[in-house]
């Protein structure tokens, strides 16, 4: 075994001792029932920081581990195991890349060390509909001296209304994108919380004149920051219908009709199986998207989608599978079955769904 591959074994084995001690679902329900409109648990995302997880894909350099975005990717499966709701996607893997990818070296060195040490929330404002389509920008920016101006409104942003920092697609005068930095409490904002059927948040955004600071010095590469929130999105589903099948399956295993545990039929056999097989594709898709983020492949966009769109179908499958291998119990509020299936059906639209990642990857494939 490598010094790498130790370091994220040692990783993985802390995340899900840490979820299970510090994330049970009754956070989730107890976010859910609340009158706080926030996102996310505030003591459960300190926590977090408290363990460095927000710098887990920064360079030392910047105050992170360096352990890259396949290291993260193991805290953010344990993360979806437990429906953990924490900033963790929009904060640990978005703004980084963002930064990364899109910013100077001078932006490097001012907000990554911030994004490391947790002292802020940042979300990614792209969508201006209820569907994913970001190639389809009216947000305007318009060159006020060293600095810009956002006119326009996103929909949907994803722990929007508990934001310290957007990060905003925009069109600037010659058409080209931007991806600007903006305060989310600033001069110019009206924010809507909303509170999304998986019992977290998100928020409807206005920008008339916002000032904003683009990051880096020319058109952004938003589709490779999308990119990355997606194969960061697909690893916490992966976590997610792992979590959901592992239910599941005890259940089969533990519920007695007809004088036998119902596992021993063979028609329930055969869906456990089919579910199995289905994790284990998309364990396949999601590590390879991983490890092709750490090491700047050229197949990323193609992998992206297909991790995001596997991901997708088979929590799809397996969220609806519980429900329904559990009986009438798994349609009571009662039971976490409910839980998974609202949070699949969330994650599955978020930056973009399995029909429009399809869509995606056959046209980089060239059909």
């Not at 000032?211 to 990355?228: R, S, Y």
Request: glycine fraction near 10%.
């Amino acid at each position: 075994m490598t010094a790498q591959n130790e370091e994220f074994r040692l990783l993985q084995d802390s995340a899900k001792a840490f979820m299970a001690k510090e994330a049970p679902l009754s956070a989730l329900r107890a976010l859910r029932d609340g009158a706080s409109g926030a996102s996310f648990d505030a003591r459960l995302w300190e926590k977090m920081v408290e363990l460095g997880w927000p710098g887990i894909a920064i360079p030392e350099a910047q105050g992170g581990s360096g352990l890259g975005f396949a290291g993260l990717g193991l805290v953010l499966e344990a993360a979806g195991a437990h429906l953990a709701p924490a900033p963790l996607l929009s904060c640990a893997m978005i703004a980084p890349a963002a930064f990364l990818l899109a910013g100077n070296p001078a932006q490097h060195s001012q907000y990554l060390p911030q994004i490391a040490a947790g002292q802020a929330v940042f979300a990614l404002a792209v969508d201006e509909s209820a569907h994913h389509a970001p190639a389809e920008i009216q947000t305007r920016a318009f060159p006020e001296g060293a600095a810009w101006r956002v006119t326009g409104e996103k929909r949907l942003v994803a722990d929007g209304q508990s934001a310290d920092h957007l990060l905003v697609s925009a069109r600037r005068p010659d058409g080209d994108i931007l991806l600007l930095r903006v305060a989310a409490k600033g001069e110019g904002i009206a924010i809507q919380a909303l509170r999304t059927a998986d019992g977290r948040g998100a928020a409807d955004i206005r920008f008339d004149g916002a000032p904003g600071e683009a990051l880096g010095d020319g058109p952004a590469p938003i589709d490779a920051v999308l990119d990355h929130a997606r194969i960061g999105c697909a690893a916490e589903m992966l976590g997610q219908a792992q979590a959901a099948f592992e239910i599941t399956a005890d259940y089969l295993r533990t519920r007695t009709q007809f004088g036998q545990v119902i596992g021993a039929f063979q028609a329930l056999q055969h869906r456990a199986a089919t579910m199995l097989v289905d994790l284990e594709l998309t364990r396949s898709c999601v590590l390879a998207a991983l490890q092709a983020l750490d090491e700047g492949a050229s197949d990323i966009p193609t992998l992206a989608s297909l991790a995001k769109a596997r991901a997708g179908e088979t929590l799809h499958a397996i969220s609806r599978e519980m429900v329904q291998l559990h009986g009438g119990i798994g349609m009571t509020d009662a039971h976490d079955a409910g839980l998974y299936l609202k949070r699949a059906r969330s994650l599955e639209a978020l930056y973009g769904s399995a029909s429009f990642h399809r869509d995606r990857y056959a046209r980089l494939m060239g059909y």
